[in-house]
Nanobody, 128 residues
Framework: QVQLVESGGGLVQAGGSLRLSCAAS????????MGWFRQAPGKEREFVSA????????YYADSVKGRFTISRDNAKNTVYLQMNSLKPEDTAVYYC?????????????????????WGQGTQVTVSS
């Protein structure tokens, strides 16, 4: 059974930092792109960042560019999201996702529908 499990969320003051982790089990995703999305209450799930299988291509939403950094450790089957200079508008449930369809590709999509596996999410709350 494939599972993606996020961790590292919590409550932080504006300007603070958090590091999210997403550990995969049940299969390896070392040859697939991985992404982070978030969903605030009453809003649609939105793209945050994505990383290609080897980290050679990275894509950020404009809203987080320069503040968030995505990385991966294929030996650990884990993807990370370092979030700095957090703002109240970053408050959301953060989900990691895996793209099953593209192998050893540098194609990255911001589209929710292009990701096949999802974690259960981790809450990030930024207080002002």
């Amino acid at each position: 059974q494939v599972q993606l499990v996020e961790s590292g969320g919590g409550l932080v003051q504006a300007g603070g930092s958090l590091r999210l982790s997403c550990a995969a089990s049940g299969r390896t995703f070392s040859s697939n792109a991985m992404g982070w999305f978030r969903q605030a209450p009453g809003k649609e799930r939105e793209f945050v960042s994505a990383i290609s299988w080897d980290g050679g291509n990275i894509y950020y939403a404009d809203s987080v560019k320069g503040r968030f950094t995505i990385s991966r450790d294929n030996a650990k089957n884990t993807v990370y999201l370092q979030m700095n200079s957090l703002k109240p508008e970053d408050t959301a449930v953060y989900y990691c996702a895996a793209d099953r369809a593209h192998y050893y590709s540098y194609y990255l999509s911001p589209d929710v529908d292009e990701y096949d596996y999802w974690g259960q999410g981790t809450q990030v709350t930024v207080s002002s």
